[in-house]
Structures are given as C-alpha cells and as structure tokens.
C-alpha cells in the first residue's frame, strides 16, 4: 500500500467526523450571532439588541439561533441549513452587496461564508457527529434487540 493510497484511505475514514465538525463549529457561531442580536450576550450586535419584531434584523436574528441550533444538534439539518443560506444569501443581496462589488470591499465576507457552507451542509446532510444519527443508531439496536414473535 503506498502512502498516497494509505493518507487516501484515512482522508475517506476521516470526513464525515470533519463535516459534522465544520457543521457543529459553524453552527455555533451562527448561534452566537442570534444570541447576540436577540439577548444582547457575548457583547451583544454592534452594542444593543434588535427590537422584537423589526423586519429583517429581527427575524434574521431569530433564524440565526434556531435553525442554527437545530443545524448544531443535526435535528431538521438539511431543512434549516438551507433557511440559514437563504438567510445570509438575502443579508448579503440587501446589506452588502450595494456598497462595492466584492466582499472583501463591501463588508458581506461573513454573509458569503456562511450562506455557501450551510448550503454545502444542506446538501450534503448532518454526516456524523448528529443526533438524528445518534437516535437512529440507538433505534436500530433496540429494535435489533427485541425478541421478534414466533
């Protein structure tokens, strides 16, 4: 076995538990986010919070705790990873984009970020690490364990 195959064959071990951790720390980020816009925590959006209600800011706030939530847990991923993507998709369109063409120019390099690795998540699933996969496992065994009638 030659090394390329060999750090191949550990790559393919190794990637699902990278996704799930990609997923887990981008989520949590994202979670930051809302937590910080809705509650004023961890030093709270540029200083205050968002009033109830006040469209978008609010309800972006709202989408970046919840579904970034579920996307942290892995419950309802590939559902919220794409809200939480079109969610940075539309704050980049209509908070960064009309000040210069580039992100780097225009401030959106988080919104870009994220709506292309949630994207990324939601098309390609939780993979390990999630605790939907963690209860259908568990099922599994139990349903394997259980005496099937005669």
Not at 15 to 43: D, K, N, T
Not at 73 to 80: D, H
Not at 84 to 111: D, K, R
């Amino acid at each position: 076995m030659s090394l390329s195959s060999s750090t191949d064959a550990l790559a393919a071990q190794a990637r699902p538990h990278l996704v799930g951790l990609l997923r887990i720390v981008s989520a949590l980020l994202f979670v930051c986010h809302g937590a910080a816009s809705l509650f004023g925590v961890l030093g709270g959006a540029h200083g205050h919070t968002v009033p109830a209600g006040q469209w978008p800011g609010w309800w972006a706030a709202l989408i970046q705790l919840v579904g970034g939530a579920l996307v942290l847990l892995g419950v309802g991923t590939r559902v919220a990873a794409l809200i939480c993507s079109g969610s940075m998709a539309y704050a980049y369109f209509t908070v960064h984009q009309h000040l210069a063409l580039w992100p780097i120019q225009n401030g959106g390099e988080l919104s870009v970020l994220y709506c292309w690795i949630f994207l990324a998540i939601a098309v390609s699933g939780p993979d390990s690490l999630a605790l939907t996969q963690l209860l259908r496992r568990r099922r599994g065994v139990e349903r394997l364990s259980v005496p099937q009638p005669v």
